[in-house]
C-alpha cells in the first residue's frame, strides 16, 4: 500500500445550496470549464455509520487543465446525511480533499478504521456505464479536513 503522498489529489470537494450559482462562479471568474454536471444517486450510503436511504446529490465535476486535479461541487437534493448538515450548520464552500486509490481500498478503509478515524461518509454504486466503485469520507481532527478515499471504478464479472 502507497503512502498518500504518492497518491494524486483526485479533487477538491465544495457542499453548496445553489450548484447553478456556484458553477458561473468558476467558469467566469476562475475559467473552470467544461463541467460534467449530472444527479448521483449512489446503490447504498451511509452517513456517520448509518444507512441512510433517498440520498441524491447534484454533481457539477471538472478537471484542471491539466487533468490532475478537478473540482466537484455538491449540492444534496435528498437524503439526511453529512452534506445537507454542513449547509444546515450555516456552512458552505470547501468540504473535503479526494485521493483516488487502484487497488488498495480495503486496506485504506482498515488503516483509517484502525486509526480511530470517524466515517462521516460512504458509498457504493454501480452501473452499466462507470461500474462499480466506492468512496468514504473520514475526519482528520488533527488536521481539521474531512479526506474523501476514493476506489477507482471497475466492472464486476
Same mark, same amino acid.
Given at each position: 500500500m502507497e503512502k498518500l503522498d504518492k497518491q494524486m489529489i483526485h479533487h477538491v470537494g465544495f457542499v453548496v445550496a445553489n450548484l447553478d450559482e456556484t458553477v458561473k462562479q468558476f467558469k !467566469?471568474?476562475?475559467g473552470v470549464s467544461d463541467f460534467n454536471i449530472y444527479d448521483f444517486t449512489p446503490s447504498r450510503v451511509w452517513s456517520y455509520g448509518k444507512e441512510v436511504y433517498d440520498y441524491k446529490l447534484k454533481i457539477a465535476m471538472s478537471a484542471s487543465k491539466d487533468a490532475?486535479? &478537478?473540482? #466537484?461541487? =455538491?449540492?444534496?437534493?435528498? &437524503? #439526511? &446525511?453529512?452534506?445537507?448538515e454542513f449547509l @444546515?450548520?450555516?456552512?458552505? &464552500?470547501?468540504?473535503? @480533499?479526494? =485521493?483516488? @486509490?487502484?487497488? !488498495?481500498? !480495503?486496506?485504506?478503509?482498515d488503516r483509517f478504521a484502525s486509526n480511530g478515524y470517524r466515517f462521516v461518509f460512504e458509498s457504493e454504486t454501480e452501473d452499466e456505464v462507470i461500474g462499480y466503485r466506492r468512496c468514504f469520507y473520514a475526519e482528520d481532527t488533527i488536521a481539521g479536513m474531512i479526506i474523501e478515499?476514493? #476506489?477507482q471504478p471497475y466492472f464486476r464479472k
Open positions: !467566469d471568474f476562475y490532475r486535479t &478537478g473540482i #466537484e461541487i =455538491i449540492q444534496p437534493l435528498s &437524503g #439526511e &446525511g453529512v452534506h445537507k @444546515v450548520a450555516g456552512n458552505s &464552500g470547501m468540504h473535503h @480533499v479526494c =485521493i483516488s @486509490v487502484d487497488d !488498495d481500498y !480495503d486496506d485504506w478503509r478515499i476514493k #476506489e
